[in-house]
């Protein structure tokens, strides 16, 4: 497929898919996600792909849902089209997904970084729901998991005054698991996603699976949750080969990767 928004390319085990929307900072629009969740939908089927990482330009990873696409926009038509629900394409992908944020991660940007399973930001990236500002509302998972991530305080305190966080802030605040210098951005999602695609791929996507299980179910629940995968494994060449290559004192060699 020839892409026009997003740059992609596999290095090993390993999937990078770049936003490339220079002109608008990767502003999100049709084309871009209608092209992401193509891109997305091809990775996850490919068995030589263990792990995808997700970034955008220096300046920006997305500054947002494109609001020249939203503006004439009026609520039939974003009520029957289900406006942005495409995007949980994203979330719903199954293998590992890591964010690489440098610059702007604003508003459907931020959203978007959230949907990956972590995400690691260069010293320059700056988070924000500037939505309000726009006369709206996030509208991508804003509300929703940037208050599970950082706690009611400072999503209220983002969400409603619109204001952005630097790096630092966002790491403190458990938004982002890590802050790198810029230049060492893609190399540190590069060298984590290598890693996670190295070990068994179903036992990443379990891990995935069930971390974000904790966000939707009680404690009890997830639990339990966590055990059924946890006795599961019992069943796979992987676990006897993972604890094998332990007790023989070398690198396991995982079949299902
Ligand atoms: N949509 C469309 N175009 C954009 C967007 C955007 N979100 N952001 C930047 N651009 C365009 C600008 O219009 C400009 O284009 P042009 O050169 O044709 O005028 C170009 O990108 C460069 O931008 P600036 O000149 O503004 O660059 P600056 O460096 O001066 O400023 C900022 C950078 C601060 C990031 C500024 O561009 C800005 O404030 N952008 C908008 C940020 C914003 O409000 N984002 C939230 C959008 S609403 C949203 O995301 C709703 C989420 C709902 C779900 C989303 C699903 C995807």
Not at 10 to 18: F, N
Not at 52 to 66: H, N, R
Not at 151 to 157: I, Q, S
């Amino acid at each position: 497929m020839a892409l026009k928004t997003l740059k992609t390319e596999t290095r090993g085990r390993v999937a990078i898919v770049t936003l490339n929307r220079p002109d608008a900072l990767n502003a999100l629009n049709s084309e871009l996600l209608g092209e992401l969740r193509e891109t997305l939908a091809h990775f996850s089927a490919d068995d030589k792909i263990g792990a995808i990482v997700l970034t955008g330009s220096e300046k920006a990873f997305a500054a947002g849902a494109d609001i020249k696409e939203m503006q004439p926009k009026d609520y039939v038509s974003a009520y029957l089209e289900d406006l942005f629900e495409g995007w949980s394409a994203v979330s719903n992908t199954r293998k590992p997904l890591i964010a690489a944020v440098a610059g702007y991660a604003l508003g459907g940007g931020c959203e978007l970084a959230m949907m990956c399973d972590f995400i690691i930001a260069a010293d320059t990236a700056k988070f924000g729901q500037p939505e309000i500002t726009l006369g709206i509302i996030p509208g991508m998972g804003g509300t929703q998991r940037l208050t599970r991530a950082v706690g009611k305080a400072k999503a209220m305190d983002l969400c409603l005054t619109g204001r952005m966080m630097d790096a630092e802030e966002a790491e403190r605040s458990g938004l982002v698991a890590r802050v790198v210098p810029a230049d060492e951005l893609l190399a540190t999602a590069m060298k984590a996603a290598e890693k996670i695609a190295g070990f068994s791929l179903p036992v990443a996507m379990m891990v995935k699976e069930s971390v974000n299980r904790a966000d939707e179910v009680t404690l009890a629940e997830g639990l339990r949750f966590e055990r059924r995968l946890f006795h599961s494994l019992f069943a796979t060449e992987d676990q006897k080969e993972g604890m094998g290559a332990f007790i023989d004192k070398r690198k396991a060699q995982f079949k299902h990767r």
